[in-house]
T-cell receptor, first 116, second 112 residues
Framework: EAGVTQFPSHSVIEKGQTVTLRCDPI?????LYWYRRVMGKEIKFLLH????????ESGMPNNRFLAERTGGTYSTLKVQPAELEDSGVYFC??????????????FGEGSWLTVV | GESVGLHLPTLSVQEGDNSIINCAYS??????FIWYKQESGKGPQFIID?????DKRQGQRVTVLLNKTVKHLSLQIAATQPGDSAVYFC???????????FGRGTSLIVHP
């Protein structure tokens, strides 16, 4: 069974440009999460989808970030325009929809974004 | 605000030694705890979890201890191997939330 897949794995863009990250969750997983880790810091929650609906987007830094999950399958995270402080690794994760709390979530390998 | 944090950012051990990675949490409502391992260039991988109604859980070469009184969690790795070198994160959820809150991570370096 395929795990969570993300692409691109690495991206280097200039300040002011746009980048779109894509995540394909594990098949059948209704929960999809985006997290971000800035160098040397904690992994911070960005948002959570249940199917196509945004359940919690309290971690989104500002309106330069837009996440979508069309049809409840794959998700995209767009940063427009990118700023230097957006550099970091963006992780996507998924989990099945079941009893809340205590579900293991499965992470992708991350999209490593560098804004120069 | 509530947070999950770690005592030591870096831990260096010799191959074969036992490793102990510590984590403090502040949310008294936390009821589920997870340890993740992140190897260089990869995403966090689940290692072991524990619910708040337990104080110890063992896996293969790993043991998680939970002390709710002092809000402390630890991960013990027996006979540490070079392949255990990674950043280890503790995470917690509370009140039935699906969303783990992560700490900053501890870098474990195993010297052969």
């Amino acid at each position: 069974e395929a795990g969570v897949t993300q692409f691109p794995s690495h991206s280097v863009i200039e300040k002011g440009q746009t980048v779109t990250l894509r995540c394909d969750p594990i098949s059948g997983h209704d929960n999809l999460y985006w997290y971000r880790r800035v160098m040397g810091k904690e992994i911070k929650f960005l948002l959570h989808f249940v199917k196509e609906s945004k359940q919690d987007e309290s971690g989104m830094p500002n309106n330069r970030f837009l996440a979508e999950r069309t049809g409840g399958t794959y998700s995209t995270l767009k940063v427009q325009p990118a700023e230097l402080e957006d550099s970091g690794v963006y992780f996507c994760a998924s989990s099945p929809l079941g009893p809340s709390g205590g579900n293991t979530i499965y992470f992708g390998e991350g999209s490593w974004l560098t804004v120069v | 605000g509530e947070s999950v944090g770690l005592h030591l950012p870096t831990l260096s051990v010799q191959e074969g030694d036992n490793s102990i990675i510590n984590c403090a949490y502040s949310n008294s409502a936390s009821d589920y705890f997870i340890w993740y391992k992140q190897e260089s260039g990869k995403g966090p991988q689940f290692i072991i979890d524990i619910r708040s109604n337990m104080d110890k859980r063992q896996g293969q070469r790993v043991t998680v201890l939970l002390n709710k009184t002092v809000k402390h969690l630890s991960l013990q790795i027996a006979a540490t191997q070079p392949g255990d070198s990674a950043v280890y994160f503790c995470a917690e959820t509370a009140g039935g939330s699906y969303i783990p809150t992560f700490g900053r991570g501890t870098s474990l370096i195993v010297h052969p």
